[in-house]
């Protein structure tokens, strides 16, 4: 499968802005699927999961709060709409999908990453 995000932009901080993750297939049904996001110079870090059925959702303490993770099978898209934005949150935001059904943090679980959507957040 393969996986698709969009939506980055400049932004100040407190704005919005809603990022999606297309996927080309409908593989990704049956499987969690998470952002993740790398600021330069620093490790990818986990930002929110959500199960294939959409109604189980986990965050990273950072975002909790101002960020919510949804999915529409259908399309075969996640989003993630951030609100509230801080300059901490810059970094590149990528998708993924999970091999597990539940949501999940873990790094290794993730499978078929996409090319990220840069997200920059000014002062």
């Known amino acids: 499968v393969q996986l698709q995000a969009s939506g980055g932009g400049l932004v100040q901080a407190g704005d919005s802005l809603r990022l999606s993750c297309a996927a080309s297939d409908r593989t990704v049904s049956n499987n969690a699927m998470g952002w993740f996001r790398q600021a330069p110079g620093k490790e990818r870090e986990f930002v929110a999961s959500?199960?294939?059925?959409?109604?189980?959702?986990i965050y990273a303490d950072s975002v909790k709060g101002r960020f919510t993770i949804s999915r529409d099978n259908a399309k075969n898209t996640i989003y993630l709409q951030m609100n509230s934005l801080k300059p901490e949150d810059t970094a590149v935001y990528s998708c993924?999908?999970?091999?597990?059904?539940?949501?999940?943090?873990?790094?290794?679980?993730?499978?078929?990453w996409g090319q990220g959507t840069l997200v920059t957040v000014s002062s």
């Open positions: 959500i199960a294939w059925r959409g109604s189980n959702t």
């Open positions: 993924a999908v999970s091999r597990s059904s539940p949501p999940t943090s873990r790094l290794e679980y993730y499978r078929s």
